[in-house]
């Protein structure tokens, strides 16, 4: 090719170079010269033509071959793709399907200590509640006994001293002393019961209200990664 181009400038340049012909725009040339340039160039022409033509037919094979791999490895691509993805699915449905039964477990868990608790907490509570009523009957069986006591005692006193009322007097205030001390122990008895049924009451529910934040907590958990898109997660109390 790079023949053909010079051979192409050796013509320009003999032409712009001739003798120009009078009166005419036309001009002489050497025939011998501009002959065998035109040779050289008919002669390089067909060669760089095939060589072109090589060229072309290459380069429609690579570009064949090229376009080849390029299906290949996109079909090999997108073959892999699915497969990940497949696989990554997979993985996420076990992931949320393992935390989902892991939360269910630990819901049934805590309710299941949050029934417990109730259960031992109202045994309790019944427990005091009967050991309160069984003390205050007795004081005021306790009481009572002595009131009768008191009053036997007194009309026996008032039979042997029948004249003596200042002492049937003390003997019946004695009595009513005796009485009212019972009756006020007897209250006073029962309000330190039932201020420690509260306290206690009170202890369970703070534990009550703690098992059921827990168990909000792993059902807002439970929640979460199926909104998430199956995110992994832990539960913490």
Do not use: N
């Amino acid at each position: 090719m790079y023949r053909v181009f010079e051979a192409l400038d050796e013509l320009v340049t003999i032409v712009e170079e001739a003798r120009g012909v009078p009166m005419t725009s036309g001009c002489v040339v050497p025939r011998g010269d501009v002959l065998e340039l035109l040779d050289d160039v008919r002669d390089a022409i067909p060669g760089e033509l095939d060589d072109a033509q090589d060229v072309l037919d290459h380069r429609d094979e690579l570009i064949g071959k090229a376009q080849h791999e390029l299906d290949t490895a996109t079909s090999k691509a997108r073959s892999d793709a699915d497969r990940i993805v497949g696989e990554a699915q997979h993985e996420a449905e076990r992931m949320l399907s393992e935390a989902r039964a892991r939360a269910e477990r630990m819901v049934a868990e805590a309710e299941d200590q949050a029934q417990r608790t109730v259960v031992t907490g109202r045994q309790e509570y019944e427990d005091l509640v009967g050991r309160a009523h069984a003390e205050a009957d007795r004081m005021i069986q306790a009481g009572r006994a002595g009131y009768e006591r008191a009053i036997e005692e007194g009309r026996a006193e008032q039979s042997r001293l029948v004249d003596q009322t200042e002492v049937v007097r003390a003997a019946h205030a004695e009595s009513a002393r005796v009485v009212e001390s019972a009756q006020t122990e007897s209250m006073r008895l029962r309000g330190e019961c039932d201020a420690y049924v509260d306290g206690k009451l009170a202890d369970f529910e703070d534990l009550l209200a703690h098992t059921l934040r827990s168990v909000g907590k792993g059902r807002s958990h439970l929640r979460g990664p199926a909104v998430a898109g199956a995110a992994p997660f832990d539960y913490h109390d």
